[in-house]
């Protein structure tokens, strides 16, 4: 993903592909931050690359804090030690941990998809998973979701494993409602699928009204 012509806010939110890239837009309207450049780098191969080119933006001097959202996938240690290598390579503020700031001229955290599990205090570990995962915790409507999971249940059982199974069971879930049914995630954003108040949203908020 090429990075934009002008950095046009003070506040960067650097994120994984063209649905993080909705999804973090209407979730900052939500959180009620209008001072954040939500930035789509690609893939993470490509967010080296896109640290690297920032600096030359016209703008950019302005910029006092940058955060990063990825998925985990299936290794969130590998996740996190993906980043820090980024932000080591454009030679910018690398902080120890998930969700939290470290530097200044920038300010720089990171935050890993889908978040920590519902453990306390230190003992917090990083999920496994992607933005699906999270969207499928903090959809408003989970009424459908024993169905969903039967319906899962019965496509594994008539053939090859689903692969993303994540994609599935959200996209399942969403298109059992009328208002949502076609929805890709920027689009449900919109719409109103998911509940921003969510406790699951609580550290990506405080990431995102903290910059």
């Known amino acids: 993903m090429e990075p934009p012509n002008k950095i046009e806010q003070p506040k960067l939110l650097l994120v994984e592909g063209a649905d993080a890239h909705y999804f973090f837009i209407w979730a900052c309207q939500a959180f009620g931050v209008n001072d954040v450049q939500v930035l789509d780098f690609g893939g993470i191969s490509d967010l080296t690359a896109y640290l690297k080119t920032l600096p030359l933006l016209d703008g950019y001097e302005q910029v006092t804090a940058v955060a990063i959202a990825r998925d985990a996938e299936n290794d969130p240690l590998s996740a996190v030690s993906s980043v820090q290598q980024s932000l080591r390579r454009a030679s910018l503020p690398i902080p120890n941990e998930s969700f939290e700031f470290t530097g200044s001229s920038p300010q720089v955290a990171f935050m890993i998809l889908p978040g920590f599990g519902t453990g306390a205090g230190p003992s917090q570990v990083l999920l496994q998973g992607t933005l699906e995962d999270l969207c499928l915790?903090?959809?408003?409507?989970?009424?459908?979701?024993?169905?969903?999971?039967?319906?899962?249940?019965?496509?594994?059982?008539?053939?090859?494993?689903?692969?993303?199974?994540?994609?599935?069971?959200?996209?399942?879930?969403?298109?059992?409602?009328?208002?949502?049914?076609?929805?890709?995630?920027?689009?449900?954003?919109?719409?109103?699928?998911?509940?921003?108040?969510?406790?699951?949203?609580?550290?990506?908020?405080?990431?995102?009204?903290?910059m």
């Open 137 to 210: 915790e903090i959809l408003k409507d989970k009424s459908n979701l024993e169905c969903v999971d039967s319906y899962i249940e019965c496509l594994q059982s008539k053939g090859p494993g689903i692969k993303r199974l994540h994609k599935t069971k959200l996209h399942s879930c969403l298109a059992g409602k009328d208002d949502f049914v076609g929805l890709k995630i920027g689009e449900a954003s919109k719409a109103g699928a998911w509940d921003w108040n969510h406790n699951r949203l609580d550290k990506f908020k405080a990431i995102i009204t903290t």
